[in-house]
């Protein structure tokens, strides 16, 4: 498993996915989910301009946006003293909350299931430019898996702000 997980190092999301098929949207080991109807919830996307959404606009609309964030990282690149050493991009803490938001506020089976995947499957990390964290202040207990992801810090605001990652939220 090691080994293959170098193949995708230094690709975005997108590329990573490009590598299945077109109609598989999202493909972890043993679950396919495939998100049909919409435009920009996949591998790059399908739409003929930006004003182009699936049958789901309320949730294609999530999507974009978050594709659009100006604010990532690419797998293996960097960030100031920030290293995305996983295989996915890692976007800004406030591009993934927006798109947390989005997904709760479209309210449908589709945009639930793209926010289970992103955030409770994926987990990826976001950065944002913050005091120094010195602890971790509330845990959240991940349903179904041992861990637990921060979601709330305490921080150090005698030092600068910096640039650090931070663990979002379950969906």
């Known amino acids: 498993m ?14 990573i996915l490009d590598k299945f098929e077109e109609e598989v949207h999202v493909i972890f ?19 003929s301009d ?3 959404l699936g049958v789901f606009n309320d949730t294609d609309s999530c999507c974009r946006t978050h594709d659009s964030c100006a ?5 293996g690149e960097t960030l100031g ?22 997904l709760k506020k479209a309210k449908s089976l589709l945009a639930t299931s793209i926010g289970e ?22 845990y959240q207990k991940i349903v179904g898996n041992f861990g637990k992801k921060c979601i709330k810090y305490n921080f150090d605001t005698s030092k600068p702000k910096k640039l650090q990652w931070f663990d979002t939220k379950h969906f």
């Open 2 to 15: 090691e080994s293959s997980n170098k193949t995708f190092i230094g690709k975005s999301f997108s590329e």
């Open 29 to 47: 080991p043993g679950l396919l989910v495939y998100f049909m109807g919409t435009k920009w919830c996949g591998p790059g996307n399908i739409a």
């Open 50 to 52: 930006y004003d182009d």
């Open 71 to 75: 604010k990532n990282i690419l797998a």
């Open 81 to 102: 003293p920030l290293i995305n050493d996983g295989i996915f991009t890692r976007s800004a803490c406030s591009c993934d909350q927006k798109f947390y938001c989005c």
């Open 117 to 138: 995947t992103y955030f409770n499957v994926i987990q990826p990390q976001c950065f944002a430019l913050d005091y120094p964290i010195e602890s971790c202040a509330e």
